[in-house]
């Protein structure tokens, strides 16, 4: 292939040919060739040639070769401010010297011992310490797994079948929770999911708590309800400060298992999660990401009594069958190692507020340059990092009033034209910043006032190159 650029004409995608005469897409190409050469050989190997469909980008992402801080570096020598932060799993930045060692110590005693070891015991230990609700550990090894196995114990202990989520709230990509995320609000399945599964799931409303409380009084089959408790997407469409503390009262009052999907909130909001920081205790949580300190690790935790269901002794003394939970990773040592030596960080240290106060300055210095460049964009977020709303109908509003919970899915979601959300994700990149789709991130503890400015910088120039394209 010799040393000839990918440019977006050559990618067989419509969006990409689309974009192949922007000037932002042009220079972004010009700036990753070695990423666009190994994006290349991905297409022949992955579907769409990425392993994480966030990690979709039109012409290509990049191909990233190492990290330390809050910084990365690609194939192609570029430097970039590192917002997503291992998809929001890295609250103490890339490789902590403190969590690095603990990793590095274990790998010399080994990765893998099929069998019990101390140190899942202290990181139990230290997540029933943390974590309010946390009376039972179970470890998983993601997040998914952790929301599919809350919803079997809560199946399990009411005797009842149907589950309730929220429009939007994200919880996995299992098949009880693939559908009413993105698309098929409607409560139909998405391909591959049974009908007969999606028959047996009900989707409320998270912006109309009249509606859902309508539908919890009005039915006794309903075994669990999960929710985001900072609103869908870890706040991108935030709740009323009211809502959790209604659905609490609710479902504790008809016997309901109430589960917090905790998978980013947890260790993020505060060190006991954002069950910690809003003072609602659900009946379960589902823990990931930060909580296996950025390695492959999760788990479910909660209430004694549902979490025996998994006990081989109190389900044989109680003459119940046990439900069964393996899991080949479950709480690997090397997990353990990073997961004891971050939780004892986050429990010691006002980790968790630096990385709030950081995502709060951000939001005001992109929200400042939004005025500054005349476009209707909103920066949020109530627990540090930073959704942008993008606006598209141009309505009157505040960051305080959509932190306050006054919009719903359709208007805080509403669609945009997929290249100019593209670009957006492009023109960052092109200017060293990364951050996730929708677009917005999770950020750190170790973020500094110098990534926040070259972030500021980065919307600016792209904001300004999207209007010389006519996108805006």
């Keep these: 292939m010799g040393n000839s650029i990918v440019s977006p004409a050559n990618v067989s995608s419509p969006m990409a040919a689309d974009l192949s005469e922007s000037t932002i897409v042009r220079e972004y190409c010009n700036k990753t060739p070695k990423s666009a050469r190994l994006a290349e050989q991905a297409q022949g190997i992955f ?18 070769t190492h990290a330390q801080g809050s910084h990365k570096w690609d194939v192609d020598g570029n430097e970039y401010v590192d917002h997503p932060g291992g998809h929001g799993s890295l609250l103490l930045g890339h490789g902590n010297p403190t ?12 990765t893998h011992y099929g069998a019990c070891h101390e140190l899942e015991l202290r990181w139990g230990a230290l997540i029933q310490e943390m974590v309010p609700c946390a009376e039972r550990v179970r470890p998983t090894n993601s997040g998914t797994e952790a929301t599919l196995l809350a919803l079997r114990l809560a199946r399990a202990y009411t005797g009842q079948k149907k589950i309730l989520r929220f429009v939007g709230h994200f919880h996995g990509w299992h098949d009880h929770v693939a559908f009413g995320v993105t698309s098929h609000h409607d409560g139909s399945p998405t391909p591959g999911v049974l009908p007969e599964v999606a028959e047996h799931t009900l989707l409320a409303p998270p912006w109309d708590w009249q509606q859902t409380k309508e539908i919890l009084e ?22 009323q400060p009211q809502f959790l503390s209604d659905l609490r009262d ?25 069950q910690g920081a809003l003072g609602v205790v659900p009946d379960l949580a589902a823990l990931g990401k930060i909580v296996a300190g950025g390695m492959h690790g999760a788990a479910v935790v909660g209430c004694k009594e549902i979490l025996d269901l998994l006990d081989f002794r109190q389900m044989a003394s109680l003459g119940r069958e046990k439900i069964g939970h393996q899991g080949t990773y479950n709480a690997m040592p090397t997990t353990c190692a990073a997961a004891v030596a971050t939780l004892e960080i986050i429990q010691t240290t006002d980790a968790c507020q630096r990385a709030i106060d950081y995502g709060r300055r951000l939001q005001d210095s992109l929200n400042a340059v ?30 305080e009033e959509i932190e306050s919970g006054k919009f719903d899915y359709a208007c805080l979601r509403a669609p945009v034209r997929p290249t100019l959300s593209n670009k957006i994700r492009v023109g960052l990149l092109l200017y060293g910043v990364d951050v996730q789709p929708w677009p917005g991130a999770p950020v750190s503890a170790v973020h500094t006032d110098e990534d926040r400015e070259q972030t500021q910088e980065a919307f600016r120039k792209t904001i ?7 996108e805006l």
Aim: glycine share 14%.
């Design 370 to 399: 939004f005025h500054e460049e005349g476009v209707g964009w909103i920066a949020y977020g109530s627990f540090g990092g930073f959704h942008v709303f993008l606006n598209p109908e141009n309505i009157s509003t505040t960051r």
């Design 218 to 239: 009005s039915r006794d089959d309903i075994a669990a309800v999960i929710i985001e408790p900072t609103g869908s997407t870890w706040g991108q469409v935030p709740l």
């Design 99 to 110: 969590v690095v060692q603990a990793v590095q110590e274990q790998l010399n005693k080994g």
């Design 250 to 274: 609710v479902t504790r009052q008809r016997g309901i298992v109430l589960i917090f999907d905790e998978v980013i909130s947890g260790f993020r909001c505060s060190p006991g999660g954002a």
């Design 47 to 64: 579907p769409s040639g990425i392993t994480h469909d966030v990690r979709h980008i039109e012409p290509h992402g990049i191909y990233v």
């Design 464 to 470: 300004q190159m999207l209007k010389a394209e006519g």
